[in-house]
């Protein structure tokens, strides 16, 4: 049972470069979500998904756009990166919004 | 920006010792969710409360619902080494800028990191 799985686990970018973190799960959840987590600033809401066919801001979505591809799947994509999107990227998925939410094994992201 | 206060920020303690942390919040919750992250790893859920007054144990870990709705506690006993991580606290909190999606976003706070000396 996979869960929520994240592809690539590791990438570096140019400044400049852009690219997508994709995200799958296997759970059937209606409700998908995109965190970013940088020392001492726990983690924080980029966008989220309540459902297939709606996204939603969070905390910090300057810079990012995501795709609600289907009910799997939710992509978070960096048009032009900077070296300020230097963390580790976090993918889960819940049942609802207000449920307990399952987390991927990360994508560690570095902008040089 | 975020609405849930963790404290304490980190906490190192011996073996054997119990563990008591707290999470806070400026608004009513109708869901608590307790988390552990370990290095390199993404967030486990330990915890999931929703009723206010509710206490869950999980193993040596109990967390409780606050009767007020605006706080939690976890509490670990008998520390091991490999209680070791940053412990969230979580929660769905009021979505101010719902654009057709949901009134709520799971908001987290900013984590408690544990220390285990053997």
């Known amino acids: 049972n996979a869960g929520v799985t994240q592809t690539p686990k590791f990438q570096v970018l140019k400044t400049g470069q852009s690219m997508t973190l994709q995200c799958a799960q296997d759970?059937?959840?209606?409700?998908m979500y995109w965190y970013r987590q940088d020392p001492g600033m726990g983690l924080r809401l980029i966008y989220y998904?309540?459902?297939?066919?709606?996204?939603d801001k969070g905390e910090v979505p300057n810079g990012y756009n995501v795709s609600r591809l289907n009910k799997r799947e939710f992509s978070l994509r960096l048009e032009s990166a900077a070296p300020s999107q230097t963390s580790v990227y976090f993918c889960?998925?819940?049942?609802?919004?207000?449920?307990?939410?399952?987390f991927g094994q990360g994508t560690r992201l570095t902008v040089v | 920006g975020q609405q849930l206060n963790q404290s304490p920020q980190s906490m190192f303690i011996q073996e054997g010792e119990d563990v008591s942390m707290n999470c806070t919040s400026s608004?009513?919750?109708?869901?608590w969710l307790w988390y552990k992250q370990e290095p390199g790893e993404g967030p486990v859920l330990l915890i999931a409360?929703?009723?206010?007054?509710e206490l869950t144990s999980n193993g040596r870990l109990t967390a409780q619902f606050g009767i007020t709705r605006k706080d939690s506690f976890l509490n670990i006993s008998a520390s091991i080494p490999s209680d070791v991580g940053i412990y969230f606290c979580?929660?769905?909190?009021?979505?101010?800028?719902?654009?057709?999606?949901?009134?709520?976003?799971?908001?987290f706070g900013k984590g408690t990191l544990l220390t285990v000396n053997p």
């Open positions: 889960a998925s819940s049942r609802q919004v207000y449920t307990e939410a399952f």
């Open positions: 759970m059937n959840h209606n409700s």
């Open positions: 998904s309540a459902s297939e066919g709606t996204t």
């Open positions: 608004s009513i919750f109708n869901t």
């Open positions: 409360l929703y009723k206010a007054g």
């Open positions: 979580a929660g769905p909190s009021p979505n101010h800028f719902n654009s057709g999606g949901s009134n709520y976003k799971l908001t």
